[in-house]
């Protein structure tokens, strides 16, 4: 081997071992060159797979643009819409509940649609327990109008004062298409009214006369003890138990009295002077029979002004010519007048009183029997 061989061996040697001195010295760069070559591998995996996303959505970018609207706007029908569909808002319903029924009911096409609609509306806390009319297939926002009050189904039946509690039944049962029977039976089982203690658990007398507005519904029950509750705001309104007390009497007694003169009186001006004329009967001395017709036809069951001889030998402790005292209770349901005039009778020593002419329905009083005579004959030319 000659001297340039050699040379060439031990360069290639030294070159070899250099190197690896190199790479146990700089073990670190190494590493870090690893480092950077996986590093780039790292990066481009995550740039293929955005590429490759960007591109399924160039390629479909309608149908993506359309999911990620529906996403955001829920469906939602146009117009009036057509069909008749009751709703019913129960007590204590949110606006998101009565959206889920909407749509279960085909009336919103989305429940969101709904919220949506009444938020804009800022109705959300506005919605009213009752039934109300809508359609199928209707816009949202006309669903919100719709169920305004104006569009909630009620019935509104007027009663006049006077009217004696079998009338109030038989004005129920034809007013709301219920059986009669059971208007009966709500109006004997008062265990869930509110009626005051001295009413002793009936009705009559109780059902205070006013216009009422009752859901379709509502049972007998819940009728008659809205006719309750508002004879009790009547009552508190007068004082009644306050007033009874002044006057020595129960409020049950004032309510007796209050519904004769509401049976009695033509007017209400002459409410007060009735009376009168009663509670000086039940005061005088001796104690003088009430006599009046009115009680004798509640105890008939009878419709008039004038008792006839026949219904005068009633038996009932409601014949007022045959027994001395108030009646066992009232005849009929006395409004405000009538409650007010027994609370606050006129002053006046009338005995008797009659209407003299039942067309114009004037009621004149007397202090004597002979002037209450007199009276009568009158009314008899006046075709009483």
């Given at each position: 081997?000659?001297?340039?061989?050699m040379d060439f061996l031990l360069?290639?040697?030294?070159?070899?071992?250099?190197?690896?001195?190199?790479?146990?010295?700089?073990?670190?760069?190494?590493?870090?060159?690893?480092?950077?070559?996986?590093?780039?591998?790292?990066?481009?995996?995550?740039?293929?797979?955005?590429?490759?996303?960007?591109?399924?959505?160039?390629?479909?970018?309608?149908?993506?643009?359309?999911?990620?609207?529906?996403?955001?706007?829920?469906?939602?029908?146009?117009?009036?819409?057509?069909?008749?569909?009751?709703?019913?808002?129960?007590?204590?319903?949110?606006?998101?509940?009565?959206?889920?029924?909407?749509?279960?009911?085909?009336?919103?096409?989305?429940?969101?649609?709904?919220?949506?609609?009444?938020?804009?509306?800022?109705?959300?806390?506005?919605?009213?327990?009752?039934?109300?009319?809508?359609?199928?297939?209707?816009?949202?926002?006309?669903?919100?109008?719709?169920?305004?009050?104006?569009?909630?189904?009620?019935?509104?039946?007027?009663?006049?004062?006077?009217?004696?509690?079998?009338?109030?039944?038989?004005?129920?049962?034809?007013?709301?298409?219920?059986?009669?029977?059971?208007?009966?039976?709500?109006?004997?089982?008062?265990?869930?009214?509110?009626?005051?203690?001295?009413?002793?658990?009936?009705?009559?007398?109780?059902?205070?006369?006013?216009?009422?507005?009752?859901?379709?519904?509502?049972?007998?029950?819940?009728?008659?003890?809205?006719?309750?509750?508002?004879?009790?705001?009547?009552?508190?309104?007068?004082?009644?138990?306050?007033?009874?007390?002044?006057?020595?009497?129960?409020?049950?007694e004032i309510i007796t009295i209050?519904?004769?003169?509401?049976?009695?009186?033509?007017?209400?001006?002459?409410?007060?002077?009735?009376?009168?004329?009663?509670?000086?009967?039940?005061?005088?001395?001796?104690?003088?029979?009430?006599?009046?017709?009115?009680?004798?036809?509640?105890?008939?069951?009878?419709?008039?002004?004038?008792?006839?001889?026949?219904?005068?030998?009633?038996?009932?402790?409601?014949?007022?010519?045959?027994?001395?005292?108030?009646?066992?209770?009232?005849?009929?349901?006395?409004?405000?007048?009538?409650?007010?005039?027994?609370?606050?009778?006129?002053?006046?020593?009338?005995?008797?009183?009659?209407?003299?002419?039942?067309?114009?329905?004037?009621?004149?009083?007397?202090?004597?029997?002979?002037?209450?005579?007199?009276?009568?004959?009158?009314?008899?030319?006046?075709?009483?």
């Amino acid at each position: 081997m000659n001297d340039l061989d050699m040379d060439f061996l031990l360069g290639a040697e030294d070159d070899e071992g250099s190197s690896r001195r190199r790479g146990r010295a700089n073990g670190k760069g190494g590493s870090r060159r690893r480092r950077r070559r996986r590093n780039r591998g790292g990066f481009i995996a995550p740039l293929l797979a955005f590429i490759v996303l960007a591109g399924i959505l160039g390629g479909g970018g309608y149908f993506g643009y359309q999911w990620i609207s529906g996403a955001l706007v829920p469906d939602d029908f146009t117009g009036q819409g057509k069909g008749d569909v009751t709703i019913e808002i129960k007590d204590g319903q949110t606006a998101s509940d009565v959206a889920v029924e909407l749509e279960r009911q085909g009336v919103v096409a989305s429940a969101r649609a709904f919220t949506n609609a009444i938020a804009n509306a800022n109705k959300s806390g506005a919605l009213q327990p009752g039934q109300y009319t809508l359609r199928k297939g209707m816009s949202a926002a006309n669903a919100v109008t719709m169920l305004g009050s104006a569009n909630k189904l009620i019935v509104r039946i007027p009663f006049e004062e006077g009217l004696r509690l079998s009338d109030v039944l038989a004005r129920l049962a034809d007013k709301t298409d219920k059986p009669l029977k059971d208007f009966v039976a709500a109006a004997k089982d008062t265990s869930e009214m509110e009626l005051p203690s001295y009413a002793k658990g009936r009705l009559e007398g109780y059902a205070f006369p006013a216009t009422y507005e009752f859901q379709p519904k509502s049972t007998p029950a819940d009728m008659l003890s809205q006719m309750v509750e508002r004879f009790n705001q009547a009552a508190e309104k007068a004082d009644l138990v306050g007033g009874a007390k002044a006057l020595r009497r129960t409020p049950a007694e004032i309510i007796t009295i209050a519904s004769i003169i509401q049976a009695e009186a033509g007017r209400h001006e002459d409410m007060p002077k009735i009376a009168r004329v009663i509670y000086n009967r039940l005061d005088h001395e001796p104690e003088m029979q009430l006599k009046m017709d009115s009680t004798v036809m509640y105890a008939t069951n009878k419709k008039g002004t004038s008792a006839t001889h026949a219904q005068l030998q009633s038996t009932s402790k409601y014949n007022t010519y045959k027994y001395l005292g108030l009646p066992p209770g009232p005849i009929s349901n006395p409004g405000d007048a009538a409650i007010e005039a027994a609370l606050n009778p006129a002053k006046g020593p009338w005995l008797y009183f009659v209407a003299t002419d039942p067309k114009s329905h004037i009621t004149k009083f007397a202090v004597t029997d002979a002037e209450f005579q007199v009276l009568l004959n009158e009314y008899r030319r006046n075709g009483g």
